[in-house]
């Protein structure tokens, strides 16, 4: 830490005992892991959903590392969903059809692009980075497009085929192999993400979405921080969009379009922006919630997921989302429960 | 060459037309509202079902489909955009495009997810000769109509009371409702013409954007990018933006229709990066 000198080994003391109790796994959190494993041995017919589940939670866990822990809005984090999952498919049809490694390379391109455009996004204000991280987005939905040589354009990309995981289980067609793979790299991941956010480095990712100006006076680097935080966040959305492109062996442009990024911003706003375990649950509530109603209305489910999001800004966001981590600090115990202090009102200096 | 110019201002004109309200939300409150290209999709519509089924003459309509976004725009200000804003951005967002997808899905289920075609007047249809350079009749039409309201709304803009006060709650609401001026009347008024240009707009457009419901998401992003690469502080900004917007995008489709998309989007990163306030506005 930079930032050390400057308190008095006290305020350190603290800061560590206090990063420590909420590091700490609390008997919700393992109770909930536990349950998501029992999914994969008690319903073994639900197993192509909650695979979809997975992967949407790891997409919206990745935006929560950026919006609800550093306040950066995005309106184009498909970009780089779309190419975890387009770099994952090609490798697996171009190189090796061995997962792990496709989905580490996926990763790692998806972490380039979001290093590279992390100093679009430094410049500006809220609106001017919707805009470029929208304008990411599209650029690379049509580079996508037009490089159908590589990515099949608007067919999508056909005949990906998949080694077996770790060279032993092969993917199935009821899902289950798929589900447990996106199961345990969700699971890693999200400890990771959790190390990550309940480190002094999250912790000071926090005071600069609070107030970056402010931030930057107490000497911590903000735009090295944000950089950081936005190609970590792009790593995770690229090996979820990886995974997708894995388990379904196949990818189309939908994964570049526009209303992937703004249903996870919608996962992300259902389960509660800013604790971990929001994109999670939003994930869950999200596809049971499309599970139900494009049954009852095919094709004009959209409507509904429209009237959701407005009734739920109307109604206060941030308020269920207060009450729904409240609940969750109950349950969960003190880790993720809430912050002592007022959430951030984000996008107001 | 000149047609492509030609058709470029008119596109450019159009897209003015359509996105000027726009700089007023995001100029007056901060209000980021992505829902804007649902009012003109209202009017587009409004336009495409008078004709098509009850047979008004085209001109009839346009009327209308400046009143009828215009009203849809002030009953939707007055109860809801008014809650949001003192909101986050963020909460704007989530807002304006759950707003666009209700008005996608409701469109789609109301008229079905096909194109609108409109049979435009005979004396509309067709090109002319002017000095070797072929010339719409249609396009024709659009830039005199086009131009009258942006020659309109600069002269109301600059040299009348309502002007001086909406260029004052634009550069400091806080002191303007400090003077007496009525920020949240002012705002209602220009939401409303705002919502009103884009019906208009989307009206005019039917023929040349192509109108189904998937139109406000279509168009999204051609008007932020005139709204950001113009500036809010003018009326000017927005007008040149979308003038340079219209022409780069016939004369890109035109030259290089594979990459015409590509160039927008990238040189719009660009500006946004060089110029965060946008092209032609002042630094503060």
Redesign the interface.
């Known amino acids: 830490m930079q930032d050390k000198p400057f308190m008095s080994s006290l305020t350190t003391d603290e800061v560590a005992t206090s990063l420590r109790r909420k590091g700490r796994w609390g008997l919700g959190e393992v109770l909930f892991w536990l349950a998501a494993a029992a999914t994969l041995f008690f319903l073994p017919e639900r197993h192509l959903i909650l695979n979809e589940i997975a992967i949407i939670g790891l997409f919206a866990v990745s935006l929560d590392l950026i919006l609800g822990y550093a306040g950066i809005v995005s309106l184009g984090h498909a970009a780089f969903f779309g190419v975890g999952a387009y770099v994952a498919g090609i490798f697996a049809k171009e190189m090796t059809g061995d997962p792990l490694t496709g989905l580490a390379v996926a990763g790692v391109a998806a972490a380039l692009l979001g290093f590279a455009t992390s100093f679009l996004v430094l410049r500006g204000a809220d609106l001017t980075r919707l805009m470029v991280t929208l304008g990411v987005a599209l650029v690379a939905g049509e580079i996508a497009n037009q490089a159908s040589w590589l990515t099949g354009g608007a067919d999508g990309l056909q005949g990906i085929m998949m080694g077996p995981l770790l060279g032993m289980f092969e993917f199935d067609i009821f899902g289950t192999t798929a589900y447990a793979y996106s199961l345990v790299v969700l699971f890693v991941l999200f400890v990771v993400a959790r190390r990550i956010v309940h480190s002094p480095f999250g912790l000071s990712l926090r005071s600069i979405r609070d107030n970056s100006l402010r931030a930057r006076a107490v000497g911590i680097p903000v735009n090295r921080r944000l950089v950081a935080i936005y190609t970590i966040s792009a790593a995770y959305a690229g090996i979820a969009g990886g995974l997708l492109a894995q388990t379904t062996q196949f990818v189309s442009l939908d994964v570049l379009a526009f209303h992937r990024s703004a249903d996870v911003l919608l996962v992300l706003v259902i389960g509660g922006v800013g604790y971990l375990y929001g994109g999670l649950i939003g994930a869950v509530i999200f596809k049971v919630l499309q599970d139900i109603l494009s049954s009852m209305t095919p094709q004009y489910w959209q409507f509904w997921i429209g009237l959701i999001l407005v009734v739920l800004v109307l109604a206060g966001r941030e308020r269920l989302t207060e009450r729904a981590r409240f609940l969750a600090g109950r349950l969960f115990g003190r880790s993720a429960g809430a912050p002592r202090t007022a959430p951030a009102r984000e996008g107001r200096p | 060459m000149l047609t492509i110019l030609f058709d470029g201002v008119a596109y450019g004109m159009l897209l003015f037309v359509l996105a000027c309200g726009l700089a007023v939300t995001?100029g007056l409150m901060n209000f980021?509202n992505l829902a804007h290209g649902a009012f003109a999709m209202a009017g587009g519509y409004i336009t495409a079902v008078l004709m098509n089924r009850y047979g008004v003459p085209f001109l009839l309509t346009l009327p209308l489909a400046f009143i009828g976004p215009a009203l849809l725009g002030l009953v939707l200000e007055r109860t809801?955009y008014v809650?949001?804003y003192a909101?986050?951005?963020?909460?704007q967002?989530?807002?304006s495009?759950?707003?666009?997808?209700?008005?996608?899905?409701?469109i789609?289920?109301t008229m079905g997810s096909q194109q609108q075609l409109i049979q435009l007047p005979g004396w509309l249809q067709g090109r002319v000769d002017v000095l070797g350079v072929q010339v719409g009749l249609y396009r024709s039409f659009i830039i005199g109509v086009c131009g009258v309201l942006v020659i309109a709304l600069q002269l109301i803009l600059t040299r009348t009371r309502f002007g001086s006060r909406l260029r004052a709650a634009v550069d400091d609401p806080r002191v303007a409702r400090g003077l007496g001026i009525n920020v949240s009347a002012i705002f209602a008024t220009t939401f409303a013409v705002g919502s009103g240009l884009a019906g208009l707009g989307g009206a005019l457009g039917a023929e040349i954007l192509g109108l189904d419901p998937t139109f406000p998401?279509k168009f999204m992003?051609y008007f932020?990018?005139v709204v950001?690469v113009g500036g809010t502080t003018s009326i000017t900004g927005p007008f040149l933006a979308s003038l340079l917007l219209g022409i780069a995008d016939v004369a890109g489709k035109y030259y290089l229709p594979?990459?015409g998309?590509?160039i927008i989007?990238?040189l719009?990163?660009v500006v946004?990066?060089l110029r965060?306030q946008g092209l032609f506005a002042h630094g503060r």
Do not use: C, E, K, N
Not at chain 2, 87 to 91: A, T
Not at chain 2, 99 to 105: D, G, K
């Open positions: 995001l980021v809801l809650q949001l909101r986050s951005h963020l909460d967002v989530l807002f495009i759950g707003l666009v997808f209700m008005a996608v899905a409701a789609d289920y998401l992003i932020l990018i950001t594979d990459f998309a590509f989007y990238t719009m990163i946004l990066v965060p």
